[in-house]
């Protein structure tokens, strides 16, 4: 059941990942019973149960309605639609959307909801900002490059948070985020900005590409080389 885009490229059958796997077949009523049973019998051999209310199938877009219907019947899961978050990160196909970064501005907000910003003092709130509001959108800048309004979006709240304008409380800003993002030598906060984490992340991706080290690079180079 494997499934690849055309003749002499890497083969993709499956990701996995911790206890999330992804597999990837072909549709069609044979190829599901042959996948449910083999799902079937590594329960049994593992005694590990598959959770079928958390798992899912996507389909592309030629598929039919009796298609997805007999997939639905056979395997017993629930039909979703790009886009999806997986791992933390947005699958999706087509142009990148603002909205689909929503999920990771809400976390930021509703971070901010759980602290008594009223008692805290600048200082604080730079030490709040350096250990978690700015690493909680790293992970998702390593793989994906979202638009510019998103970025200056989180910046945003990381510049309202310090100069304490939430909640539709409003305090003056002394300074951008541009300068706070200066390094403390020359009058800034010393916060890295996160154009810089896109462009250094960016770099890694493309090193890691040219080197054919992973599975990821070998497979684009096979199909856009």
Not at 93 to 111: Q, V, Y
Not at 154 to 170: A, L, V
Request: charged share 15%.
């Amino acid at each position: 059941m494997m499934f690849y885009q055309a003749p002499g490229q890497i083969r993709v059958s499956h990701l996995a990942y911790a206890d999330d796997l992804m597999i990837f077949t072909i549709t069609c009523r044979q190829n599901m019973e042959l996948l449910r049973d083999f799902l079937r019998a590594y329960e049994r051999v593992s005694g590990q149960l598959i959770n079928g209310s958390k798992s899912s199938f996507i389909m592309g877009r030629q598929a039919s309605s009796l298609q997805m219907q007999a997939v639905q019947d056979v395997l017993g899961y629930q039909l979703k639609h790009l886009p999806i978050t997986y791992l933390g990160v947005p699958l999706y196909k087509g142009n990148r959307k603002a909205c689909l970064f929503d999920p990771i501005i809400s976390r930021l907000r509703d971070l901010l909801q759980g602290w008594a910003m009223t008692n805290l003092s600048h200082g604080g709130r730079l030490a709040l900002i350096r250990s978690v509001l700015h690493a909680t959108p790293l992970h998702l800048l390593q793989v994906i490059h979202p638009p510019k309004s998103v970025l200056t979006t989180i910046e945003r709240i990381f510049n309202g948070f310090f100069w304490g304008s939430y909640n539709g409380r409003k305090h003056i800003h002394w300074s951008s985020w541009a300068k706070a993002c200066f390094p403390v030598a020359e009058g800034g906060l010393g916060v890295r900005s996160l154009a810089d984490y896109v462009r250094a992340f960016s770099m890694k991706l493309w090193w890691r590409f040219r080197g054919k080290s992973s599975l990821w690079s070998e497979y684009l180079h096979g199909r856009y080389c």
